[in-house]
């Protein structure tokens, strides 16, 4: 007698690892998927983006030599002064969206609405304890913290971010 098993297919295939550490672990996850920048969400951990595929190739990741970071999507403004807005090659005719403003580099991450992003996506923020305990307290919940390297491992390792607070007691 046979067993019926059930499979589920990676919406993305790895065919190389990276030189990049900290992308290594993320290509294993089978969350991750791959959307136009213009759908990415608050929250999502950007993963690479990808190098202009040659005719009848698929497209291949492009990795960041920082790492995985988490989007922050802010409104396109060509004028804002940061360096990098202004460049030609980040303005589309089907718009621009900012995908980060800040972190992880001191300027604004515009891309093509149409260009495509490995991300995992954003599962929803958890309460971490210190959070329930302002919660419970009638306290405000602390800011959440997308952009030191130990809120993002504790996203990486446990699905959420770590409050501003929470990272400073580290």
Not at 10 to 16: K, Y
Not at 66 to 76: K, R, S
Not at 100 to 115: H, L, M, R, V
Request: hydrophobic share 40%; proline share 9%; net charge negative.
């Amino acid at each position: 007698m046979y067993a019926i098993q059930s499979i589920t297919f990676h919406p993305v295939v790895v065919t190389a690892a990276t030189e990049h550490r900290a992308a290594r672990r993320a290509l294993t996850w089978p969350g991750l998927t791959v959307v136009r920048a213009a759908d990415v969400k608050a929250g999502d951990l950007i993963i690479s983006g990808f190098q202009p595929a040659n005719p009848g190739r698929l497209p291949r990741t492009d990795y960041f030599a920082y790492g995985p970071y988490a989007a922050n999507p802010q409104p396109y403004d060509p004028t804002c002064g940061c360096g990098v807005c202004g460049l030609d090659e980040v303005k589309s005719l089907n718009g621009t969206v900012v995908l980060t403003n800040g972190f992880p580099w001191e300027s604004c991450d515009p891309w093509p609405a149409d260009d495509l992003v490995l991300i995992f996506p954003f599962r929803g923020q958890l309460l971490t304890f210190d959070q329930l305990v302002d919660h419970m307290q009638g306290r405000p919940v602390g800011p959440l913290d997308f952009a030191s390297a130990a809120s993002i491992e504790n996203y990486l390792d446990h699905g959420w971010y770590l409050t501003v607070q929470e990272t400073a007691r580290l």
